[in-house]
DNA sequence: ACAAAAGTGTTGCTGTTACACCCATGG
DNA sequence: CCATGGGTGTAACAGCAACACTTTTGT
């Protein structure tokens, strides 16, 4: 390097869950200016003694209390506008936790859980962040291999919440019975032998994956 | 953010290219110290006034002379030891060129081609970013979608020429008559009417691809 | 003629798509 | 008994894997 230059970076941090069918981002909502009032992703500065993966576990811990999660770097935004107050660049990473954070009701009137396609109001561009990445985190899910699915879904499951929370990400309908196929017959998943029960309806089978079998496995 | 810290941050460019059926990336050496006579990749730190995008299209001009090409970004590595002097974050990106580089003859005695699986002796953190993107690079030719390979073979090619790169990426052999089936079958080629006549040996058919047909297309 | 490299067909398997009716539960 | 949601089979098609001999050129 002929000549340093100083930047601000900051780690944005990503954190995606299935929940009732549908792909959501966890959000928190901004106290002060700039952007008060507005949702934004979580971030935290990068010191000169953390790297980016550590400071993505710290914002992770931090936004969740957990510790245990899934997570990937993914791309850098670096426009000279995207902070108003200074040059910043946000290197983003994403996060993927079960649906257990809905359901321990971590939602509260600073943080909560949005679909991914029915973003209110961002500061920042964190609106340009989640749409570049989730178009990212989508392909995956559908397109590449095992892990992602895997992230989603870690304990048990019924095929149509499965095939919701993958026609959501697919963004089109597929047929039930192909859907059924596909995951059973190639023993991506098994029979736990419990049903849930929940509302009306025929219980659904609950199924859980078969780690061995998803491995670098094309879905 | 609640504070600022100060980062030097650096653009990192990994410029690829496929020649004589194998994967190889192009290096320059180090002219003075640290790592004075290694090999390395070409980086640029990034100022205040410029993207990242900006300063990879820069260093890419600077190394190759061209200014047209593919590129996208990569992984960072933020390491606190990857460079002696200072803790720099390098922030990666993939250049793809087609192979009209090397039968330029733009190698020079401190710019050179190597294939990725036998890499010099490298500075800094280079060769683990190399064996990194390299990993990222190569799935995304084999497993992915269209538009790597067409970057790497944007004019007339001969199907055993592509098939040796692709056999060298995804690093074992393929069936000739099965690889010529997935691309003359699936219209993703169509035959120029052109022969190659270098050597000994029958010509082969000089094929280019089917831009519409590779659209989105798993290969 | 021979060495080098390119071209080509068939079969079985596996996964994908299209398509409609019955079953288990709660109210 | 009815509304809600879950479970299931078959047939046609497309892509993939395994397999060896022939053709065209240069020397």
Do not use: C
């Not at 003694?49 to 936004?63: F, Q, S, V």
């Amino acid at each position: 390097m002929e000549k340093s230059y100083y930047n601000v970076v900051e780690t944005v941090l990503l954190i995606y869950a299935a929940d009732k069918g549908k792909l959501k981002i966890y959000l928190k909502k901004k106290a002060e200016n700039p952007y008060k009032g507005y949702w934004t992703l979580p971030s935290a500065p990068l010191d000169n003694e953390t790297t980016l993966e550590e400071n993505a576990k710290k914002i992770y811990e931090g936004m969740t209390g957990l510790n245990e999660n899934v997570m990937f770097q993914s791309k850098s935004f670096s426009d000279l506008t995207r902070d108003p107050s200074a040059r910043i660049i946000g290197i983003s990473f994403v996060a993927i936790t079960d649906k257990v954070l809905t359901e321990m009701k971590q939602e509260t009137v600073d943080k909560a859980w949005f679909e991914v396609d029915e973003l209110p109001k961002l500061g920042f561009d964190h609106e340009h962040i989640i749409k570049t990445v989730s178009k990212e985190v989508k392909k995956k899910i559908v397109t590449n291999y095992d892990d992602l699915l895997l992230a989603f879904f870690p304990s048990d499951f019924t095929l149509p919440e499965l095939q919701n929370f993958y026609e959501n990400v697919l963004g089109k309908a597929i047929d039930r019975r192909n859907f059924h196929k596909k995951f059973v017959n190639q023993d991506l998943v098994f029979d736990t032998g419990f049903k849930t029960s929940k509302g009306s309806g025929r219980p659904g089978t609950l199924y859980r994956f078969n780690v061995d079998k998803m491995k670098g496995k094309r879905i």
